[in-house]
């Protein structure tokens, strides 16, 4: 999701739950730059790494990716509980998922 499709679900949030909203959007903007310096780095080094401790000597998956995959969930259930305070009538269901199921 990029920050633009974020402004647009909060602008369908009545006033009366803006506050929440603001606090939960204030931390998936904070999860969404975080993930994009994320993403650089496993770009740039990998998903695993050679790790060497003492006589252990293996390939692991990077602290970076760990970090991604851990913050992809949290930025799952933040939106999760954003689109929950948008009201049923304002969700957009003409998204084109049932033509693609469809195909």
């Known amino acids: 999701m990029k920050m633009k499709e974020l402004e647009n679900i909060l602008k369908k949030i009545p ?3 803006m506050d929440e909203a ?3 959007s204030n931390e998936m903007r904070f999860i969404l730059a975080t993930i994009e310096e994320l993403k650089k780095d496993i770009q740039e ?3 695993v790494e050679h790790f060497i401790n003492g006589k252990q000597d293996f390939l692991r998956e990077s602290p970076a990716l760990a ?4 913050l992809m969930k ?3 259930t933040f939106y999760k509980n954003l689109m929950n305070l948008v009201p049923k009538e304002e969700i957009d269901n003409n ?3 049932d033509s693609f199921i469809d195909e």
Do not use: P, Q
């Open 15 to 17: 006033s009366e739950k």
């Open 22 to 24: 603001t606090l939960i």
């Open 45 to 47: 080094k990998g998903a």
């Open 67 to 70: 970090s991604y995959n851990k």
């Open 74 to 76: 949290t930025y799952d």
């Open 95 to 97: 998204d084109n998922f």
